[in-house]
């Protein structure tokens, strides 16, 4: 029968096509009266459903053919004019609309990655890009952060000796560590990629959610101060209007973007019309997206707030955690042995999730660590999720 038929020819194909942790315990926790500070889900209570709501009525009756017909594969024009003109050195023939980052990283993957080839990425990185990699087979080099990211000597060594194919960076509170890399470390990072002409894959999801102060440019505006063309950049409307909408764009050199356009052509031929019009429609004026995206940051620093005193009232002392300036995520780090997976077994006995640190760590590391979300956490669940995930972690370290 097929199972048998699949199972004897095609299971060393899919050997890399493994599940996302993140997106496993989701399913898990949709249970009530269970607690979870797994997935980095943006606020609900903050997504803009009303003018949702009206934007959308307002395009399918104006333009409803087109909104509803097929559409060219890189994307709606204003929109991809939109994102270029916040980019600098770029136009909308180096924007390419797709439907989320996560689709981004698999593109980028299925043009850039061979069997065997060499993959940089930060120790830890986001799960999620691993999960996209690894279909086409690369090798990691893991490269480790220290407090605001990368470490310039461990990464030139790196360079130096693998000359991997591309190098994955989150300058901007990366998933799951929450650092926020400094100028001066962004500034040499992009010289060093292009003195070893290493292509930057650069992840900014989280670029708007700074608690306080101003945004520091890119490395792709770094790149393109230095002359451009080694910086690919993904960003993504998931956190600051709604991920359900799966609108996020590629920007990057125009060649690397025609060949993206051509992967998508094979992947799902464009991203939904309607949401790309919506989206445009939203962030079009100007004065309601910078109010809406200040909402926001509010709202995150107040639960992170919440979190970072829940911690220090429920955790074992031996407990690190980072304390983050802006993005979702706590990330904390057990004494060396406590293992987070046993952890999050004992956790799921009190009806509370978070994800275990290990699937983030290409390099297997990490079984002492762990990442926190309260960017859809209620005051209440947050107290209540961090008692029980106290009551756990104690009885695992052996204290009363
Ligand atoms: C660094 C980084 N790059 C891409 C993504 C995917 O965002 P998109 O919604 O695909 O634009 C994300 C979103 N990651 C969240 C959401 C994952 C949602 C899920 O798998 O349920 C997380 O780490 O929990 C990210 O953090």
Redesign the pocket.
């Known amino acids: 029968n097929l199972e048998s038929y699949y199972q004897s020819r095609f299971a060393a194909r899919t050997r890399r096509i493994q599940a996302?942790t993140?997106?496993e315990i989701?399913k898990l926790t949709q249970e009530p009266g269970f607690i979870s500070f797994a997935?980095?889900l943006p606020a609900a209570d903050l997504f803009p459903t009303q003018r949702i709501a009206e934007a959308t009525q307002r395009i399918l009756l104006e333009h409803g053919p087109q909104a509803l017909q097929y559409s060219t594969t890189e994307g709606y024009p204003p929109l991809r004019e939109w994102i270029a003109s916040r980019m600098p050195g770029a136009s909308p023939e180096n924007v390419q609309i797709v439907s989320?980052?996560?689709q981004g990283?698999d593109l980028f993957g299925k043009v850039f990655i061979d069997p065997g080839s060499k993959v940089l990425v930060e120790a830890p990185t986001?799960l999620?890009a691993l999960s996209a990699f690894n279909p086409y087979e690369p090798r990691y080099i893991s490269v480790s952060m220290d407090e605001e990211g990368l470490r310039l000597d461990e990464l030139e060594a790196a360079l130096e000796a693998h000359r991997p194919r591309f190098m994955y960076v989150?300058p901007t509170f990366q998933?799951p560590s929450g650092r926020l890399m400094g100028l001066e470390r962004r500034k040499a990072i992009v010289e060093l990629a292009r003195k070893y002409q290493t292509p930057i894959l650069e992840?900014d999801?989280y670029a708007e959610l700074y608690f306080s102060g101003q945004p520091l440019p890119t490395l792709y505006a770094l790149d393109q101060a230095l002359g451009g063309g080694n910086v690919v950049y993904l960003s993504?409307t998931?956190k600051t209007l709604a991920?359900g909408l799966r609108v996020?764009w590629v920007v990057g050199p125009k060649p690397v973007i025609q060949k993206i356009v051509y992967a998508k052509q094979g992947a799902d031929l464009h991203s939904p019309t309607l949401n790309q019009m919506l989206v445009y429609e939203l962030v079009r004026d100007e004065g309601w997206y910078r109010a809406q995206i200040e909402r926001i940051r509010q709202a995150y620093q107040t639960r992170c707030n919440w979190m970072l005193s829940a911690l220090q009232k429920y955790m074992p002392e031996d407990m690190g955690w980072i304390v983050p300036q802006g993005g979702m995520f706590f990330w904390l780090t057990a004494p060396e042995g406590l293992d987070s997976l046993e952890l999050l077994k004992q956790a799921i006995e009190e009806k509370m999730a978070f994800v275990p640190g290990q699937p983030f760590f290409a390099d297997g590391s990490g079984k002492n660590t762990l990442r926190l979300?309260y960017s859809s956490a209620t005051r209440e669940q947050i107290e209540e999720g961090l008692r029980r995930l106290g009551r756990a972690a104690h009885r695992m370290l052996g204290r009363a």
Request: aromatic share 4%.
């Open positions: 996302s993140i997106r989701l997935g980095g989320g980052s996560q990283l986001y999620g989150l998933n992840d999801a993504t998931s991920p996020a979300s």
